[in-house]
């Protein structure tokens, strides 16, 4: 990401939405059911995060591929977003952006893993940033 067109699209203070993503990241990356990042690199101009491959790409594209689910496959998908909401409730984080295109899955078989991503809208209650929990426009 370049750190310029970062602060373009996101502001002055782009540097601390970066962090506070990343630092929620951190807190949640171990649970099988997030996104999870390999390694950050930070240049003079860019920032390289760097996350784990999830080659099924996004639950919105697998919907549209496969038109009609089973139910069996409905609630194993329900189930492993239950457990990704889990570690965020425990720890008081809203993600405030969940949609199709934020669930990944891991790879293409029957029975992938689903993985919740894209942290950038989250809120984490009792950090400083908290009174924003629902200011910000979605």
């Not at 409730?89 to 891991?106: A, E, G, P, Q, T």
């Amino acid at each position: 990401i370049n750190k310029d067109q970062l602060e373009k699209k996101l502001g002055a203070n782009y540097k601390e939405i970066l962090q506070r993503e990343l630092m929620i990241l951190m807190q949640i990356n171990k649970c099988k059911n997030i996104i999870q990042i390999r390694d950050v690199i930070r240049t003079k101009d860019h920032f390289y995060i760097i996350f784990e491959y999830c080659k099924g790409g996004d639950l919105s594209f697998y919907l549209k591929k496969h038109k009609r689910l089973p139910e069996k496959q409905v609630k194993n998908f329900m189930g492993q977003i239950a457990s990704a909401l889990k570690p965020l409730n425990k720890l008081r984080i809203v993600h405030r952006d969940l949609k199709l295109s934020n669930f990944l899955l891991s790879d293409e078989s029957e029975e992938p893993i689903v993985k919740i991503c894209d942290f950038g809208l989250a809120r984490q209650k009792g950090s400083k940033d908290s009174s924003l929990l629902f200011d910000t426009l979605c």
